[in-house]
């Protein structure tokens, strides 16, 4: 089976143009390793390091810029999101060697969505006094926003915007509090008298 690094669909609206690397022109077939009877997909070695080079500059040098990296396996290529950026697509362009690399627009970079988050996690005993718990608060990888995950999806919508303005990055998502296990199942050391 073979892979060719077609275009990907559009997954937001927003999420808009974008480029390839020279490394798409050609077909890859997929990697896979058996573990326990089952077969899983692996990312290819020279993919897997472009990827890391890709990620630790978009972290470190293009940080207003990077959202975000996914890696398609099963066509044998990254996805890279970011805010466009001259300077970090000439990165990408010669990270990328012969690998296939989608480059695509993000609205926000990695930075702001990180601003964006540490403000609301300050913010959370205050929304819980007002009767809005906020169960998690992720980044997306493709720049989009932060995911807010509470149980009150409708009264969040309403009143997060009120405070932070109406352009502010967030997505709603419903979601339960997080429970931690009442024990691990299985001790991770002998108990006590044996």
Known sequence: MTGACGEPE?????????????GCEFSRTPESIDVGGRTWPVTPQPLEAVI???????????????????????RVRAIVYRVPSAAFDDFIRNAAENTCI???????????????????????????????????????????????????????????PRQYGSKAPLIFIEEGPVTPLAGTGIPTAPQPGG
């Open 52 to 74: 890391g080079r890709i990620d630790e500059a978009g972290r470190t040098q293009h940080k207003s810029s990077y959202a975000g990296i996914e890696v398609d396996q099963q």
């Open 102 to 160: 989608f480059v695509r627009d993000a609205r926000y970079g990695m930075h702001e969505l990180a601003t964006w988050h540490d403000r609301l996690r300050a913010d959370i005993p205050a929304w819980q006094a007002r009767g809005i718990f906020i169960s998690t608060i992720s980044a997306r990888h493709d720049g989009v926003g932060l995911e807010i995950g509470t149980p009150d999806v409708d009264q969040a919508r309403e009143q997060l």
């Open 10 to 22: 559009v997954p937001e609206v927003g999420i808009v143009g974008g480029w390839t690397t020279a």
